[in-house]
């Protein structure tokens, strides 16, 4: 799924290429992709587009008198910007926009569609698309801990809570968390004040670094490689591979859809976590898959049951 740097670099791409730029036509191909009604999307169509925005892990295509496409990638979900009458891409293709400065297509691999397109009218309506995590790279220490502290979970888990902070997911996690020596399944109300300011600068410092190295790889470029999977990072998605710290072995914890990376020599004191100890805790205090994160976060849908005080 792409997170918070990659939708960074993505809303930069999307803003030079739209600014001022007019919606010629627009045309939904993926049956479940559109999942609003009023206003139709014929209602931005002819025109001009105000601003590109991140809302979350949401893109947001501003338009002229307060018309909004909130655009959820969820997993496989990819923006490609093409040449103004380019052909869609196959069956991966959920819908094109067709601008005056070239086109902009939806695309998600795979047989599960999940990435999700709103059209919205006034900013009220907008809002409620904001699941209102805090913006780390725009808080003071305070704030973050204010946030971390408000429940008690596990810091993998609080992390990537879009309600407690903005625009963090898996991969980013498992790095800052690497970069802060700290174990995944600490809860967060047992972190010092230390840890805290540490886990506060490490999220700072490897958003801001990611962000960053994006922007050189892509330089003028349409960003192509969006991926959760990147040869620059320590430990997230390089399970046996040896950390680039101390060479241990990267380890990992699995439970559902849900995979976490760590290296048990720099976050865990030698310890490896075992996935069977960890299970009960893991299933009163993780989401089974990523669509119930972000059910939480979709107006009008109901917040999933809890189990043990938190969200299953």
């Known amino acids: 799924m792409p997170e918070l740097p990659d939708l960074t670099v993505y809303c930069e791409a999307l803003r030079t290429r ?3 730029a007019r919606l010629e036509r627009a045309r939904v191909l993926g049956v479940s992709f559109l999942r609003s009604v009023d206003p139709p999307l014929s ?4 025109r001009l587009v105000a601003d590109v925005q991140r809302l979350g892990k949401r893109v947001v295509i501003g338009f002229e008198q307060e018309l909004f496409l909130v655009i959820h990638l969820m997993i496989a979900g990819r923006f490609r910007w ?3 009458g380019a052909k869609p891409p196959g069956k991966i293709c959920l819908a094109t926009f067709e601008f005056s400065s070239g086109t902009l297509q ?8 999940r990435a999700t397109l709103h059209v919205v009218r006034g900013r009220e309506s907008l809002r409620a698309h904001d699941p209102g995590g805090l913006e780390v790279l725009e808080c003071g220490l305070e704030d973050f801990r204010r946030a971390l502290l408000k429940e008690n979970h596990t810091v993998k888990r609080a992390l990537t809570d879009p309600h407690a902070f903005s625009g963090i ?18 809860l967060t109300r047992r972190l010092n004040d230390a840890e805290i300011r540490r886990l506060f600068e490490a999220t700072r410092a490897t958003l801001s670094q990611w962000i960053d190295r994006l922007r050189s790889e892509a330089a003028d470029r349409f960003p192509e490689k969006v991926t959760a999977f990147r040869p620059g990072m320590a430990v997230h998605g390089r399970y046996r591979e040896p950390c680039p710290e101390c060479g241990a072995p990267v380890q990992r914890i699995v439970h559902a859809e849900n995979e976490t990376n760590y290296c048990a020599r720099c976050q865990t004191g030698g310890r490896v976590l075992a996935d069977r100890s960890l299970s009960r805790l893991l299933k009163a205090d993780w989401p089974r898959t990523l669509e119930e994160w972000e059910d939480r976060s979709s107006p009008g849908r109901p917040e999933p049951g809890r189990r043990g005080g938190a969200t299953s």
């Open 169 to 186: 997911g898996n991969a980013y996690a498992d790095e800052v968390l690497h970069a802060a020596r700290l174990s995944p399944v600490t």
């Open 82 to 84: 093409k040449p103004r």
């Open 18 to 20: 739209l600014r001022a």
């Open 43 to 46: 209602a931005v169509e002819g």
């Open 106 to 113: 939806v695309t998600e691999a795979g047989t599960k569609k």
